[in-house]
């Protein structure tokens, strides 16, 4: 068991010392490494039970945070056009754990990604114009810690 905590360590430090030398820009992903929106699974969400953590806008950022069990957080809010990527590249601990990454639209509909390996590294292209929170969901019963980085 520390074998695998201290692994999961090892990655998020390599992870966030790697990502610090990605220069900020639009996010260049393979055509074949990006979701669209719209083939995403979604759920409505009532908005008093998203976590706020943050509401400055986000080009680049570093994610630093705990999820709480069974918790949706929304990192920050960013205006996107139709045809922008937003780019996940996370690990979370414990990777046992079930997550969801996405963007929540004005109208709550939570577009997300499931995962349940430890991290992430997915590209999501917006469908329409708006005003998008970046959010996490834990699905899980136990608090979970995500870092990495969001690229715009």
């Known amino acids: 068991m520390r074998i695998k905590r201290l692994i999961c360590m090892l990655l998020v430090c390599a992870t966030m010392i790697c990502g610090s030398f990605t220069p900020a820009g639009a996010v260049q992903a393979p055509a074949g490494d990006i979701i669209w929106m719209e083939d995403m699974e979604w759920d409505l969400l009532?908005?008093?039970?998203?976590?706020?953590?943050?509401?400055?806008?986000?080009?680049?950022?570093?994610?630093?945070?705990?999820?709480?069990?069974?918790?949706?957080?929304?990192i920050s809010q960013i205006s996107l056009k139709s045809g922008d990527a937003l780019t996940f590249n996370c690990s979370y601990s414990p990777s046992s754990a079930s997550m969801d990454?996405?963007?929540?639209?004005?109208?709550?509909?939570?577009?997300?990604?499931?995962?349940?390996?430890?991290?992430?590294?997915?590209?999501?292209?917006?469908?329409?114009?708006?005003?998008?929170?970046v959010a996490i969901r834990n699905n899980s019963s136990q608090t979970v810690r995500v870092v990495g980085f969001v690229d715009y």
């Open 46 to 74: 009532d908005p008093s039970t998203v976590i706020y953590d943050g509401t400055a806008p986000l080009t680049t950022g570093s994610v630093n945070t705990d999820i709480y069990p069974f918790s949706t957080k929304a």
């Open 101 to 133: 990454f996405g963007v929540i639209t004005s109208t709550g509909r939570f577009y997300h990604i499931n995962v349940k390996e430890g991290s992430i590294n997915q590209a999501i292209r917006i469908s329409q114009d708006g005003s998008y929170a």
